[in-house]
């Protein structure tokens, strides 16, 4: 009995975990995962993750440019902390030479859950 209930167990677990990967919080594997894949954040498609400008700014030092809390609330909306204008963000439409603009090109094609936010940040702090 006890030998089918293990077995019984390691189906319902491969099961489970043969649909779609869930990124587990604060993993940079699964963040580089998201910034690459065109149905997650699709990152890729405006950004590089060297310093080379595409369409966005190139992504190298992020982590040394922007804490996780300000990473987080810039990709949960980055039109209103463009607005807010804090201290980081003043930095950083300096850095781009933005300072009067009064819009944001970064835009969030598709909101990411917490989970995948986090990892995606934790992605973005090792550039």
Not at 19 to 30: F, H, I, M, Q, S
Not at 36 to 60: D, F, Q
Not at 92 to 114: C, F, H, N, Q
Request: charged residues 25%; aromatic residues 10%.
């Amino acid at each position: 009995m006890k030998y089918w209930a293990i077995a019984a167990f390691g189906i319902t677990l491969a099961a489970c975990s043969a649909g779609e990967r869930k990124p587990v919080t604060g993993y940079a594997p699964d963040g580089k995962y998201i910034f690459n894949n065109a149905a997650k954040g699709n990152c890729i498609s405006c950004h590089r993750v060297t310093a080379e400008k595409y369409v966005g700014p190139g992504l190298a030092g992020t982590g040394t440019l922007h804490t996780h809390a300000w990473l987080d609330k810039w990709l949960t909306d980055p039109q209103k902390t463009w607005e807010e204008n804090d201290p980081e963000t003043r930095e950083m439409r300096k850095r781009l030479g933005a300072e009067s603009r009064k819009y944001t090109a970064m835009k969030v094609i598709r909101p990411l859950e917490d989970a995948e936010r986090a990892a995606l940040i934790d992605y973005l702090i090792t550039l």
